[in-house]
T-cell receptor, first 112, second 113 residues
Framework: SQTIHQWPATLVQPVGSPLSLECTVE??????LYWYRQAAGRGLQLLFY??????ISSEVPQNLSASRPQDRQFILSSKKLLLSDSGFYLC???????????FGDGTRLSIL | GDSVTQMEGPVTLSEEAFLTINCTYT??????LFWYVQYPGEGLQLLLK?????DKGSNKGFEATYRKETTSFHLEKGSVQVSDSAVYFC????????????FGTGTSLTVIP
């Protein structure tokens, strides 16, 4: 069966520090991959999605970036974090067509 | 463009009460519709889905019917439990959205004993 792993679960970082969040999917090949951010008590904001290795689409301009170095690996990065980057980050995947998205357990990011 | 509108929360119910969370959508073509549930501190879990008009998705006592004529996909449960306390998200996806997902803003449900 397919599983999605996301880490770390919790992260506390100072303003201006770099960021790297990782997401991997097992049990499937060539998935669509997504990064979302969820501010406290709010809905989901799509940040990036990828339909294949090296193919990244950005939904909103920001100081975050994403990369997909391998088929089932999706990385969210920043060179210098801002206070406004705090939130709950969720990775998701789905297969081709209008298949349901499946979510990781999320990373709680706090910026100090 | 395509979008999903959910009823505003928070919703507070007593145990065993009837639940309805309204969801309406705007879309070209015939999207698939989904309900997700998010328990505190966790990611979203797929609760149920429907892929065409008049389909009824169901899971764990929750139901939702794809109503094309009213562009709605309301979530219902006949008797809620404390363990149903969570945030519920309605979503759509389809060929006309490039298979992108559009999520509602979420509805927080608290069930009190």
């Amino acid at each position: 069966s397919q599983t999605i792993h996301q880490w770390p679960a919790t992260l506390v970082q100072p303003v201006g520090s770099p960021l790297s969040l990782e997401c991997t999917v097992e049990g499937t090949s060539n998935p669509n991959l997504y990064w979302y951010r969820q501010a406290a008590g709010r809905g989901l904001q799509l940040l990036f999605y990828s339909v294949g290795i090296g193919q990244i689409s950005s939904e909103v301009p920001q100081n975050l970036s994403a990369s997909r170095p391998q088929d089932r690996q999706f990385i969210l990065s920043s060179k210098k974090l801002l206070l406004s980057d705090s939130g709950f980050y969720l990775c998701a995947w789905n297969g081709r067509g209008d298949q349901p998205q499946h979510f990781g357990d999320g990373t709680r990011l706090s910026i100090l | 463009g395509d979008s999903v509108t959910q009823m505003e929360g928070p919703v507070t119910l007593s145990e065993e009460a009837f639940l309805t969370i309204n969801c309406t959508y705007t879309a070209t073509g015939y999207p698939s519709l989904f309900w997700y549930v998010q328990y505190p501190g966790e990611g979203l879990q797929l609760l149920l889905k429907a892929t065409k008009a008049d389909d009824k998705g169901s899971n764990k006592g929750f139901e939702a019917t794809y109503r094309k004529e009213t562009t709605s996909f309301h979530l219902e449960k006949g008797s809620v439990q404390v363990s149903d306390s969570a945030v519920y998200f309605c979503a759509l996806s389809g060929a006309n959205t490039g298979n992108q997902f559009y999520f509602g803003t979420g509805t927080s449900l608290t069930v009190i004993p």
